[in-house]
């Protein structure tokens, strides 16, 4: 129902507005012109291209550069970018810089695609607004993920801003995730109950969604079963090795839309050459072009 | 048990050794000599006295010469600083300087006095090294506060640093935390749960504590119970209102330590006017004797 809604305003609100503003509106117009993938330029200082290093001799221009061309090849292909904070953090200020100018870019050229900051914070309320004002305001962001732990009071900060998107913790990628997400609460896996909760009662302004990992396929149904109006945010194809098939097919919603596809290093480092943005591009087109054939 | 080891090596290493380097042996070190005191470093740029805002015209010094007064009135009360990232994030790039300087202030002047950077973090283990890496390398700092959502393996890049202290959050301060945390798993609360799977699994390199409100003191005594040989990083007295009597009572490990007690606004913040670092000392003053005559 929320989708409808959504997708029926962003129809008729684009002729009037040609830069939509809401993270919803956003993600709809990208949804509907058949774009999922999300490209997470977790972009790591260390692993850039050589002739990046040499061209530009401090951390800020050089990651701000990689991250300049890798927009501009995969830009096209995608439904949003997700740049991960601690790629960012670990090169202390300098990469900050680089991650407040990459934000900067994609708004002024790019102002239609989301940018999800990929942050899992979770603080008290009173604390949680400071996070807020530096994703939202500072870097200008649509959209962030975040922790369950602290409950739906704590995040309201972040829940309050009803054009922003906020993606909470479910079921991540990584290995050791079912350690606590799937201790059985009431019956069900923990990640379950959340994803319930969050239906139910922490969507009240229509802006939250999920973060369910593509390494857990058959998870991500059990998610969309009992949440079916929230966007899921799926990390894990890619390096990861998580199934883009199941992913996708458990993870749409009844408008055959509702799903971000995350892949990172398995674009960004598609080559390690010169060619390290056009390689980029090639590899965002194959992800883009698969998901587009087995949507159908 | 690992409590009386490190107490034992840190009084042996002693006389060889002026500046301890783990953060066990700092924290043992303070402990002993009765300082249970921590003082949160949550400057927020907005709520500086006005007279710093008028001599420091820039957000980075105003916010840094803020600490600085702040620590050196408080210093010979605390057993640690903790500074919260998200104050000194919401003011951007000018913030994080801050916080910078004040690290670096910190490790210079008071390098027995350990560093725990609040913030919350919590990604996949290829994510984590980032948040490590700047957290440990460029910070600097000796503890850190995670979320446990992810569990143990994803943790790891934080728990291999057997010379640095990592605390889990269990039972959280605020208002709203018993909607996650005390959801039912196999009859006990899930914040128990954590407790002991930080006790029993997560602590191999005895450098493992948990995070504990003081404003529900009752469960601080269930969380001791199961975690026996844990630190006990207790947040939330002051303005959120916590029983300081009741939290040390409740956590105080066998050996007559293991807490630090968190106050943050209602110290940095006891005065308004140019005497706020004065006042910020005789408040830390009043708790930390209070705490001392409580303990016995």
Same mark, same amino acid.
């Given at each position: 129902?929320?989708?409808?809604?959504?997708?029926?305003?962003?129809?008729?609100?684009?002729?009037?507005?040609?830069?939509?503003?809401?993270?919803?509106?956003?993600?709809?117009?990208?949804?509907?012109?058949?774009?999922?993938?999300?490209?997470?330029?977790?972009?790591?200082?260390?692993?850039?291209?050589?002739?990046?290093?040499?061209?530009?001799?401090?951390?800020?221009?050089?990651?701000?550069?990689?991250?300049?061309? !890798?927009?501009?090849?995969?830009?096209?292909?995608?439904?949003?970018?997700?740049?991960?904070?601690?790629?960012?953090?670990?090169?202390?200020?300098?990469?900050?810089?680089?991650?407040?100018?990459?934000?900067?870019?994609?708004?002024?050229?790019?102002?239609?695609?989301?940018?999800?900051?990929?942050?899992?914070?979770?603080?008290?309320?009173?604390?949680?607004?400071?996070?807020?004002?530096?994703?939202?305001?500072?870097?200008?962001?649509?959209?962030?993920?975040?922790?369950?732990?602290?409950?739906?009071?704590?995040?309201?900060?972040?829940?309050?801003?009803?054009?922003?998107?906020?993606?909470?913790?479910?079921?991540?990628?990584?290995?050791?995730?079912?350690?606590?997400?799937?201790?059985?609460?009431?019956?069900?896996?923990?990640?379950?109950? $959340?994803?319930?909760?969050?239906?139910?009662?922490?969507?009240?302004?229509?802006?939250?969604?999920?973060?369910?990992?593509?390494?857990?396929?058959?998870?991500?149904?059990?998610?969309?079963?009992?949440?079916?109006?929230?966007?899921?945010?799926?990390?894990?194809?890619?390096?990861?090795?998580?199934?883009?098939?199941?992913?996708?097919?458990?993870?749409?919603?009844?408008?055959?839309?509702?799903?971000? $596809?995350?892949?990172?290093?398995?674009?960004?480092?598609?080559?390690?050459?010169?060619?390290?943005?056009?390689?980029?591009?090639?590899?965002?087109?194959?992800?883009?072009?698969?998901?587009?054939? !087995?949507?159908?």
């Amino acid at each position: 129902m929320p989708f409808s809604r959504r997708k029926t305003k962003s129809i008729r609100l684009r002729p009037q507005q040609h830069h939509p503003q809401s993270c919803g509106e956003k993600l709809a117009n990208r949804w509907q012109d058949g774009l999922f993938l999300c490209v997470g330029l977790d972009s790591d200082y260390e692993q850039l291209p050589t002739h990046l290093h040499s061209a530009f001799p401090n951390v800020q221009d050089s990651l701000f550069e990689f991250n300049r061309q !890798i927009i501009v090849a995969t830009a096209r292909w995608v439904s949003a970018f997700k740049p991960n904070l601690a790629f960012y953090e670990q090169s202390g200020l300098p990469g900050l810089m680089a991650l407040k100018r990459t934000c900067d870019f994609l708004k002024k050229n790019y102002p239609d695609i989301p940018i999800i900051l990929d942050a899992k914070r979770g603080d008290i309320g009173n604390t949680n607004r400071g996070y807020a004002t530096s994703f939202f305001d500072y870097y200008g962001a649509d959209a962030v993920t975040v922790q369950p732990y602290l409950g739906r009071e704590a995040l309201v900060p972040f829940l309050s801003h009803s054009d922003k998107h906020i993606f909470v913790l479910c079921r991540t990628s990584n290995p050791g995730g079912a350690e606590i997400q799937k201790l059985l609460v009431e019956g069900e896996p923990l990640y379950l109950k $959340i994803a319930r909760l969050v239906q139910d009662d922490w969507n009240r302004l229509d802006n939250v969604g999920l973060v369910a990992g593509a390494t857990y396929p058959e998870e991500i149904a059990a998610i969309r079963a009992v949440a079916p109006d929230l966007p899921l945010l799926i990390p894990g194809v890619g390096s990861q090795g998580g199934d883009l098939v199941s992913a996708l097919k458990n993870g749409l919603d009844r408008h055959g839309g509702g799903v971000i $596809i995350n892949s990172s290093r398995s674009i960004i480092y598609a080559s390690e050459g010169e060619d390290f943005a056009e390689a980029a591009g090639k590899e965002a087109e194959k992800v883009a072009t698969e998901i587009r054939r !087995i949507i159908g």
